[in-house]
């Protein structure tokens, strides 16, 4: 176990999910976000959401030198390629139409800096398999909520039934923050 030091916890993410995720299991925190320039390794999704975590982690921390940060970052990884968050409607419906009726990973990096300690991190990944979708039944899934802020153009937690059939692995990985593993970590600092 690790010698505690419990500090200011700063969320490096606008992610609302991610904010609700950290907020049912009661801990206290503040949100900071710094845009940083996101590393994409197309072929290497580990190696993308690993980096990426460590690079919102750390613009944080240049401005909170004694802050805890927790920085999280979310891709699809399917037929090779990394997925992120679409830019417009139309290549959300892509997305949707690519990943009907297939598998694909969900890796989430996760990168924990606390004062005067080693840092936690870890890549966490599930398998979602998607239902078979007709262009009725994406058009209907978009109608719900906004799939340009989520990798891959879809929320699990909104009405994700409609889309997902199956699930292998840590559903909020699938939200952007593995609380299985978070959790144990703030519990070891004395944050919850």
Not at 20 to 42: M, S
């Amino acid at each position: 176990m690790r010698e505690v030091r419990p500090s200011c916890l700063i969320l490096a993410s606008k992610s609302e999910r991610r904010q609700r995720l950290l907020k049912e299991i009661g801990v206290d925190f503040r949100v900071e976000v710094t845009d940083v320039d996101e590393v994409c390794h197309r072929r290497d999704p580990h190696r993308t959401v690993a980096e990426n975590a460590v690079l919102k982690a750390r613009a944080v921390m240049d401005r909170n030198k004694r802050a805890t940060v927790l920085a999280a970052d979310t891709v699809l990884a399917f037929e090779d390629e990394c997925i992120g968050k679409p830019n417009s409607l139309d290549e959300a419906r892509e997305i949707l139409f690519r990943l009907s009726g297939q598998t694909h990973a969900v890796l989430t990096g996760v990168f924990l800096a606390v004062p005067d300690m080693p840092p936690f991190r870890v890549t966490e990944t599930s398998r979602v398999t998607f239902r078979a979708l007709s262009a009725s039944d994406i058009e209907a899934y978009i109608a719900t909520f906004n799939p340009l802020d989520k990798a891959g153009a879809y929320d699990i937690g909104t009405n994700g039934d409609v889309v997902v059939a199956s699930l292998a692995g840590s559903r909020s990985n699938v939200m952007g923050l593995p609380m299985e593993r978070v959790r144990v970590w703030l519990h070891e600092l004395g944050m919850i």
